[in-house]
């Protein structure tokens, strides 16, 4: 009996294939922005993964040259021979391939993609034939220099050898960039200071910081995947809903010719399911064309921003197809659950009522204001309340989920209040029959709504954040130009060149501690101007920076408060003496801790740190003259002299890529949403027929009904897009002091952007418009025989 | 002392490499191969001989803290090359791998190093004396060498005294291994007098004790149907001492050498040493024969030796089973046990 009741089920989308296709269409568009976005992060993440497996990134302390300059082989043997379990790396950029060298035998075990136990590698890595592992990618750019092997497991652009043929073939016969320090080590060590004074330890952590801060990225990718999808959710609840309830007849009779419930809901399912692998499928499909014309952005993206190296190119990956099947099913199941469980519901001899879904829908309006008020509530309440991510995250959709549900109570209680308000005869028509058509079309407004409101919350965030950045660029990089010295020598040659051509030469000394257990860098600052203006204090005393020229004062960075819980008035032990916090200034992207204190209390504690940078304070017009006197008077190479402009513009440059990403997924959940409505419209069209014939009838024409269904449509999503503005807000809000705060340690502060909303708005408008000309052009168009045959079938 | 080749070449984890010797095989001409008649050439002998294909300073000591309580230290330096030659830098084909370990009645504390040759992490030199891997090494004079080595959970710092003169094996040093005609050089300083400290997890402990140095290089690995071997090296209470070893296969095959308290050393044919497992216990997943009766009648020796510490596995790269023995039966005293092949 199943392929009979099937078949019949299936007749419904032969007469509708509309339908059909905005069930199938809704669903794909869903999941093709989830997998998109989830193929997108998932290649990142193996990027990182492999590039830590690499070269152990996060994963081993390492010893680097204070100097940044590779040193001598020996100091490796030496240390070794101190007693010191550590392993040579040199690397360098050859034919445009990051080289590594590693030595095999001294490597930590999980280093390296060999290790010890496979001897054919280690054979042929020490047999000195030049054996190269790399990237697939890296491989032609290395051809011609020895046996190259691709390999998977190394990270994307590089490539691996032994150490004695990388030195080799960077030209640095007998020098090494880093030691890796083995996390085992033996029992007796003398200190590192006492062997190799030029280099210093490097805590395992910061290389893992890079993960932390791409998290703040993907968040914000997966954030927007899982609202695409919550939007193309609606759109395939609606599409569902209104299937359901027009076979509601052929159900009655299946039902009445003998087909048991369950058996008919059973078969019903498995039509879904069909349906949900299909457009599943086509999701997942169109998910990875997404996914990997936005990958080469998102790549660049992250390599500017943290130095994280993603490929460029998508690899095919098992996991999305299951994972976006999954998702599309699941959520199919989500969106027909109520339908079903109607149908299970429903009288066997239940009458099929073409206006059954509004009827519903009005009675079910009440209960949903309440949900929605409740839901609203608790959003509320979490917002004075979350701490955690999971809790901001709650809060979230607590919020969405009750604006979204509040929307068609709000639209229609301003559509009353407007109706009741009207004079005129046509126009008290025009708001009355609004209100008849939005339960139908609330759906695919709500969808609406949430994609205006990610796309305000998101791109607040993002604008917020890259004012933030720079402004926190200025307060940071205030001097004109910065130059980096050697020695002692080359700081002399320098002060001698520059005195009377620029306003004040800042040194920039730091060091290395440990403050309240973080890992901090202590500033030694001098008390200058160009602090004082510049830098942007979150909290402060009455005087911070005269309390920090007097010696008594610090200033910490924000990431360092919130780890610690110390704020200004609480004191902390810098080498072992005591200061008081002055200031909490902002420090974005800085995954370590930071201490300002005076140049002299800092020369005074570490009198071993030397400055070996400093920035000059000049008019921007004198830079570039300064620089060539500078590079012709001294032995400083132009290498070691950045303009400020420069690392700006950079800076700047690299951000921006970041707006290619979230605007393009901006344009893309607008479609969704503009899709939504004019599904939901066609849909409704010709049903609506019975309604607009007495208008017809009374005499307006066809173009003016026409007209006035894309007027009100438009009015209705300008009327969503006004609440849809709040929300969007929220939505920025909630990301920015909460979500952001519980993962990176650092709030921004949020800023508003009107002309932005204003070119939302108007493209929102316009999906909505282009939505609903076609609906319109098509009423405009009806035949006067069809609206005629409304009278003489008159029910 | 052949079994170490053996250990080596068949069971360096490193199976490429052991391909590489036999593609290269037996008789490769390109590296040097030991010569009867040769005479030592101390101190020189004493460093690496980057010619040969393989060799090994191999200490074992047996040592004794002021409570009475038994101690054993291994250090051992193995030599490799992959090639023949010693170019300087990473090129060179000397590659060199340390054991140390540390035994107490109910510890074993075991690291392994390895290094490249050619840059200074590693190496052996006879004149100044110093044989290193890492901050481990035996260095000073040969007669009175300071040997060293840490691991994560213990260090050892002794100093060796000679009191006895160094012992040429086989045929003044050169040690027929086969039938075949393979051979070695070997000597060996049995008799060193040991003092120093060792570090462990719950503090430091002064010991004294005696100590026994192996050497031996060669090129030539052995024919490899022998499973694993058992290997023995016992310093009696009258001064004299026995290092013996079988050779597990089809056959057993048996070698030793007899070394009277004044250095004198009588080599004993196939079959005059009689090595009978006791006792197994449970080591590593595997039963390994920790008590063993050791007797060569025809010098009256009927001893059994049980071992300090049941558990001295060593869990390197190449494991295997090395420990302190107390020595009883007719004569009493100390030594060491080697044992390979034993699997779970």
Request: aromatic share 8%; charged share 15%; glycine share 10%.
């Amino acid at each position: 009996m199943i392929w009979p009741v099937l078949t019949a089920l299936l007749s419904h989308w032969r007469r509708y294939p509309l339908q059909l296709f905005t069930l199938t269409v809704g669903l794909a568009l869903a999941t093709a922005l989830w997998s998109g976005v989830q193929a997108i992060n998932a290649e990142a993440r193996a990027s990182y993964d492999i590039a830590a497996s690499t070269l152990g990134e996060g994963q081993f302390d390492r010893l680097v040259p204070r100097d940044g300059q590779p040193f001598d082989q020996t100091v490796f043997v030496d240390l070794r021979r101190a007693g010191w379990r550590v392993s040579p790396v040199v690397q360098g950029d050859l034919n445009g391939i990051r080289l590594i060298g590693i030595e095999p035998l001294t490597a930590p075990g999980a280093l390296l993609p060999i290790n010890a136990a496979n001897s054919a590698d280690l054979t042929a890595f020490l047999a000195g034939n030049g054996l190269i592992r790399a990237a697939p990618d890296a491989v032609a750019a290395l051809s011609g220099l020895g046996q190259v092997i691709a390999d998977d497991a190394i990270a994307p652009g590089t490539a691996i050898t032994d150490i004695g043929v990388a030195q080799g073939l960077l030209g640095k016969a007998g020098l090494v960039d880093l030691l890796i320090v083995d996390p085992v080590q033996p029992m007796h060590q003398p200190s590192v200071s006492e062997f190799a004074p030029e280099l210093s330890i490097q805590a395992a952590r910061s290389g893992a910081e890079v993960g932390r801060l791409t998290d703040s990225f993907h968040l914000n990718l997966t954030a927007f995947g899982l609202l695409s999808f919550v939007v193309g959710l609606f759109i395939v609840h609606g599409a569902i809903a209104l299937a359901f309830e027009q076979r509601r007849a052929m159900v009655r009779t299946l039902r009445a010719l003998g087909v048991p419930l369950r058996l008919l809901v059973g078969v019903m399912v498995l039509e879904l399911l069909g349906l949900a692998l299909v457009s599943g499928a086509i999701g997942t499909a169109m998910g990875y064309l997404i996914a990997s014309l936005l990958l080469p952005d998102v790549a660049a993206t992250l390599r500017g921003l943290y130095g994280a190296d993603v490929a460029n190119g998508l690899q095919f990956r098992p996991v999305w197809w299951v994972s976006g099947m999954a998702i599309a099913v699941c959520g199919t199941m989500i969106a027909a659950a109520g339908a079903l469980w109607r149908i299970g519901k429903m009288p066997i001899l239940s009458g099929a009522q073409p206006r059954a879904l509004a009827l519903t829908g009005r009675r079910n309006g009440q209960v949903q204001g309440w949900v929605a008020l409740a839901l609203l509530a608790v959003g509320c309440v979490l917002a004075a309340t979350a701490a955690g991510l999971v809790s901001g995250f709650v809060m979230l959709a607590a919020l969405l989920l009750g604006a979204a549900l509040a929307l068609p109570v709000l639209l229609a209680w301003v559509l009353g209040l407007l109706q009741a308000s009207s004079r005129d005869v046509v126009a008290q028509w025009f708001w009355a029959d609004a209100r008849q058509q939005l339960p139908a079309l609330s759906l695919a407004l709500m969808a609406l709504m949430l994609a205006m409101a990610a796309n305000v919350g998101v791109s607040t965030m993002v604008s917020s954040f890259r004012l933030t950045f720079v402004g926190f660029l200025d307060q940071r990089l205030a001097s004109e130009l910065y130059i980096a010295v050697d020695d002692q020598q080359q700081a002399d040659q320098l002060f001698g060149v520059v005195s009377g051509h620029v306003d004040a030469v800042l040194p920039i000394q730091s060091a290395r501690e440990a403050i309240a257990g973080v890992p901090t860098e202590i500033y030694g600052n001098r008390d200058h101007a160009t602090y004082r203006d510049n830098w942007l204090l979150l909290q402060s005393g009455p005087a911070p920076w005269d309390a920090v020229a007097g010696g008594s004062g610090v200033l910490i960075n924000e990431q360092l408060a919130r780890r610690s819980n110390i704020w200004v008035g609480d004191q902390i032990l810098v080498a072992g003496e005591a200061f008081e916090i002055q200031g909490v200034y902002g420090d974005y992207g800085n995954p370590l801790g930071q201490a300002v204190i005076d140049e002299h209390r800092f020369a005074a504690l570490f009198p071993d740190e030397l400055p070996r940078r400093f920035g000059l304070r000049l008019d921007p017009e004198k830079v570039g003259p300064l620089r060539e006197r500078i590079g012709q008077a001294t032995s400083i190479p132009q290498a070691n002299m950045i303009n400020q402009a420069g690392i700006k513009a950079a800076s700047l440059a690299v951000f921006d890529r970041t707006f290619t990403v979230t605007s393009a997924l901006n344009v893309l959940t607008l479609t969704v949403a503009g899709f939504a409505i004019l599904m939901s419209l066609l849909t409704l069209s010709a049903m609506r027929v019975p309604q607009l014939a007495p208008a017809w009838a009374m005499g307006l024409t066809r173009a003016q009904l026409g007209r006035l269904e894309l007027l009100r449509t438009c009015f209705l999503a300008v009327l969503t897009g006004v609440f849809a503005l709040p929300l969007g807000l929220a939505l920025a809000w909630a990301l920015l002091a909460i979500v952001n705060v519980a993962a990176f340690g650092w709030r921004l502060p949020m800023f508003l952007f009107p002309v932005d909303y204003a070119v939302l708005g108007g493209l929102a408008l316009l999906a909505a418009f282009l939505a609903a000309l076609w609906p319109a052009v098509r009423l405009a168009r009806t035949p006067p025989s069809a609206l005629l045959q409304v009278f003489s079938n008159e029910r | 002392m052949n079994v170490r080749f053996v250990f080596l070449l068949l069971l360096w984890p490193l199976a490429g490499w052991a391909q590489g010797f036999a593609g290269l095989g037996a008789s490769d001409p390109s590296f040097a191969r030991p010569q009867r008649g040769y005479e030592f050439q101390f101190p020189r002998d004493h460093g690496a001989h980057p010619d040969y294909r393989i060799e090994w300073w191999y200490v074992t000591a047996n040592l004794t803290g002021p409570d009475g309580t038994a101690y054993g230290v291994q250090w051992t330096l193995f030599r490799t090359a992959l090639g023949t030659g010693d170019a300087v830098g990473w090129a060179t084909p000397q590659v060199w791998m340390g054991h140390a370990a540390l035994t107490t009645p109910d510890a074993h504390h075991v690291e392994e190093r390895l290094a490249r040759g050619g840059i200074g992490q590693a190496g052996a030199q006879g004149n100044p004396y110093a044989v290193w891997i890492d901050e481990w090494e035996m260095a000073g004079s040969f007669d009175a060498p300071r040997l060293r080595a840490s691991g994560v959970d213990f260090a050892y710092d002794l100093a060796l005294s000679a009191k006895g003169p160094i012992v040429r094996h086989g045929d003044n040093g050169y040690s027929v291994k086969s039938a075949v005609g393979q051979a070695s050089h070997y000597y060996s300083q049995p008799f060193y007098e040991v003092a120093g400290r060792l570090m462990l997890p719950m503090g430091e402990v002064a010991v004294t004790g005696q100590a026994w140095l192996d050497r031996e290089w060669s090129s030539q690995p052995l024919a490899a149907d022998q499973s694993g071997w058992d290997w023995v090296s016992l310093s009696f209470d009258d001064g004299s001492k026995l290092m013996g070893f079988q050779l597990r296969g089809a056959e057993v095959f048996t070698s030793a050498t007899l070394i009277r308290p004044d250095g004198q050393a009588i080599p004993l044919a196939n079959g005059d040493l009689s090595l009978q497992p006791l006792e197994l216990a449970h080591v590593a997943d595997r039963n390994v024969p920790v008590t063993w009766s050791v007797r060569v009648p025809d010098h009256g020796i009927d001893v059994s030796i049980v071992a300090l510490n049941a558990d001295a596995w060593m869990g390197t790269s190449v494991p295997y089973w090395e420990g302190p023995v107390q020595v009883r039966g007719s004569h009493s005293g100390v030594g060491y046990l080697e044992m390979t092949g034993y699997t779970p």
